[in-house]
């Protein structure tokens, strides 16, 4: 696709369920990031994937959070007995050549999670 | 470790005033640093961005100098609008490692 694309843009769940949010890189792509932007907040590195390289994991606030990339493609993070505070909005990007200088990193329009 | 400060917001104008938003960095080696922008109800896009030590990131009228010496990458604008409104986030990046990002600076530009 042209862009970074995530599902569901829209998410309202129920305290204690699980969730997966899903990201769809733009194509070649082989680095792919997963932030967590909370109302009126910064953005929350959470974890980042790079080719083959074992995953950041060190921005994944609690075991209950995990994330899985097949390959260079599509990535998906569960959050499972989701929490109140889990509310935000999850943002996923990617990047080709991130080891090289002046690459752009493209973010998608998010997926916003509501936890009642 | 690497990290990013930026001013705390929001910052209030009123439109054609000049605009800094100050962006400072802790990082070893050259990191590559960014401005992202994101409006109300929009995604964060790049807005500029630098490579390496005295670039100049420019765009929109937005410009940026990468000060090794100070370690800064301060956003300026010399005339703001009221469409520059919006979330500004500097960021950094070294290598292979993860985007690092600021805590964001609101700004918010009047009539």
């Known amino acids: 696709g042209a862009g970074v694309s995530q599902s569901p843009s829209n998410k309202v769940t129920e305290k204690g369920k699980d969730v997966e949010l899903r990201c769809d890189p733009i194509?070649?792509?082989?680095?792919l990031y997963w932030y967590r932007q909370r109302l009126g907040q910064g953005l929350e590195f959470l974890i980042y994937f790079q080719g083959n390289s074992a995953p950041d994991k060190s921005g994944l606030p609690s075991d209950r959070f995990s994330a899985e990339r097949t390959g260079e493609s599509v990535s998906t993070l569960t959050i499972q007995r989701t929490q109140q505070e889990d509310s935000a909005v999850y943002l996923c990007?990617?990047?080709?050549?991130?080891?090289?200088?002046?690459?752009?990193?493209?973010f998608g329009e998010g997926s916003w999670l509501t936890v009642v | 470790g690497n990290s990013v400060t930026q001013m705390e917001g929001p910052v209030t104008l009123s439109e054609e005033a000049f605009l800094t938003i100050n962006c400072t960095y802790t990082a070893t080696g050259y990191p590559s640093l960014f401005w992202y922008v994101q409006y109300p109800g929009e995604g964060l896009q790049l807005l500029l961005k630098?490579?390496?030590?005295?670039d100049k990131g420019s765009n929109k009228g937005f410009e940026a100098t990468y000060r090794k010496e100070t370690t800064s990458f301060h956003l300026e604008k010399g005339s703001v609008q009221v469409s520059d409104s919006a979330v500004y986030f500097c960021?950094?990046?070294?290598?292979?490692?993860?985007?690092?990002f600021g805590t964001g600076t609101r700004l918010q530009v009047f009539p």
């Open positions: 630098a490579t390496k030590a005295d």
């Open positions: 960021a950094l990046k070294r290598g292979p490692d993860k985007l690092i």
């Open positions: 990007a990617s990047s080709s050549n991130p080891t090289g200088g002046g690459y752009t990193i493209y």
């Open positions: 194509s070649g792509h082989t680095a």
